[in-house]
Nanobody, 121 residues
């Protein structure tokens, strides 16, 4: 079983930066692929970014490519560095995890509770 807790959300002006963190519990954290989804008001949840178990492979949604960076360390924490933020990035951001790198982008096994990111214009 994996439990995920996000932190780092908040209010930022357009063009600013935020770093989200996801702390994972469970002894098998290092074997899981991880990622981020987001859900804006009135919209469906959408994939944002994913990273494989070793950190050697990453994938991004077109809308964040070049602005967001996903990375992980060996202390059960995964991060999403968000730069050049836009008002359309406003959403609740969810940390996700799964045993399959490809499936974590489509149907993750585990979800965090979410953290709010608000970008003002």
């Amino acid at each position: 079983q994996v439990q995920l807790v996000e932190s780092g959300g908040g209010l930022v002006q357009a063009g600013g930066s935020l770093r989200l963190s996801c702390a994972a519990s469970g002894r098998t954290f290092s074997t899981y692929a991880m990622g981020w989804f987001r859900q804006a008001p009135g919209k469906e949840r959408e994939f944002v970014a994913a990273i494989n178990w070793s950190g050697g492979s990453t994938h991004y949604a077109d809308s964040v490519e070049g602005r967001f960076t996903i990375f992980r360390d060996n202390t059960k924490i995964m991060y999403l560095q968000m730069n050049s933020l836009k008002p359309e990035d406003t959403a609740v951001y969810y940390c996700v995890a799964g045993t399959s790198y490809s499936m974590v982008m489509l149907k993750p096994d585990y979800w965090g509770q979410g953290t709010q990111v608000t970008v003002s214009s």
